[in-house]
């Protein structure tokens, strides 16, 4: 007899564990969080630079290259290094929520240039690699910049 009050008992802790459980949930009203826009405007230095997966830092000064993202949709580029784009102009993302390219119009330009681009978390900063082929398709670089300063 006392088998069948340990299980009955059991059961009944069981089932009552089960509802409190049950009662204890609040009711959650569902909310959306609408995604960031991704800000990529500010001036922006290289850090490494890869051809063909190979590191090339070391081969050039890198320096003193710096790509400025203007806010207002304008760019510049000091010290100029094998680029995309050679002359100043206007920049914008293929998508302002989801980018994975950048579009770059020099001035006095009718076409654009489209380069992929990643925006990877580096030691807690945004970070920028701009891939590119410039005059050569069989050679790809992966320009690595950490931007310096907002604009």
């Known amino acids: 007899m006392k088998a069948i009050n340990h299980k009955a008992l059991t059961a009944v802790v069981a089932v009552a564990a089960f509802v409190l459980c049950l009662l204890s ?79 770059f119009q020099e001035n006095g330009s009718a076409s654009e240039t489209k380069v992929e681009f990643s925006y990877p978390g580096v030691n807690g900063q945004r970070a920028l690699n701009i891939i590119l082929s410039p005059g050569c398709n069989s050679n790809t670089y992966t320009y690595s910049l950490q931007r310096v300063s907002q604009r």
């Open 25 to 103: 949930c609040d009711s959650f009203d569902s909310y959306s969080v609408a995604e960031a826009e991704k800000d990529l405007s500010g001036v922006w230095n290289i850090t490494a630079v890869t051809r063909n997966g190979e590191n090339i830092s070391q081969q050039m000064d890198f320096s003193q290259f710096a790509l400025n993202l203007n806010a207002d949709g304008t760019y510049t580029i000091d010290n100029y290094l094998p680029f995309v784009v050679r002359e100043s102009g206007k920049w914008k993302t293929d998508d302002k929520l989801y980018p994975f390219m950048i579009v």
